[in-house]
């Protein structure tokens, strides 16, 4: 782990302690553009941690402070995300697959961050997740399946597979995952696919229902 560390942080509010990692890709040329943005004063904005191609992560922010990466959005019925959160952002344009030494590094990150603060892989989650409409990063070449197989990530599919499914039906079980922001239901099915089925089009089909049966909160 290389550390540099960056000016653009704060205190989390209220007391907070991370509960939701959110996964970001860069979309710049290179990481170290990326770093340089980072921790440039005056483009306020920052993550935790910055992982390249190649595997190396570097940390910007202490993962006790609020980083400034997540923006508005709505988690499980919460806002200030950034208070709530730990930002990863992940060397990417968004339009290729991520590369094996990357996400490698990518999972041995996320297992001690979730072992440190007892997140739930439920709450690991993407830009586009929290901010539905407003970002599309980690994109729709992510691997989600990937973490959701290492338990790192919520898993897809397992839920009752309705016929005739209904935007209604889509929106409790969505709201029951994490999907509270207040967006349309075009754009919460787009956010819904993007995360569980990238390539699907068209209107509502069962599979979208279907996707986020693991996915309800624990009790």
Not at 8 to 37: E, K, Q
Request: charged share 20%; proline share 8%.
């Amino acid at each position: 782990m290389r550390q540099h560390p960056s000016p653009n942080f704060g205190p989390r509010r209220d007391g907070l302690t991370p509960s939701i990692v959110v996964l970001h890709y860069t979309a710049m040329a290179s990481s170290a553009a990326a770093i340089a943005r980072l921790c440039d004063p005056k483009a306020q904005v920052s993550s935790h941690y910055v992982i390249c191609r190649r595997g190396e992560a570097v940390q910007l922010v202490s993962e006790a402070q609020r980083a400034w990466h997540a923006g508005a959005g709505e988690w499980r019925g919460q806002g200030d995300i950034n208070s709530r959160s730990i930002g990863i952002e992940l060397d990417n344009a968004g339009d290729h697959p991520f590369p094996e030494p990357q996400m490698a590094a990518l999972e041995t990150l996320l297992a001690d961050i979730l072992s440190r603060w007892s997140i739930p892989p439920q709450n690991v989650i993407g830009h586009s997740d929290m901010a539905p409409g407003r970002k599309i990063d980690p994109g729709s070449r992510f691997d989600w399946a990937r973490l959701a197989r290492r338990k790192l990530a919520a898993q897809a599919g397992g839920g009752n597979r309705h016929q005739h499914p209904t935007a209604a039906q889509l929106r409790s079980l969505a709201v029951r995952t994490g999907y509270t922001a207040d967006v349309d239901h075009t754009t919460l099915l787009a956010a819904i696919r993007l995360r569980f089925r990238p390539f699907a089009t068209g209107p509502l089909e069962p599979e979208d229902i279907a996707v986020l049966g693991h996915n309800a909160p624990r009790t």
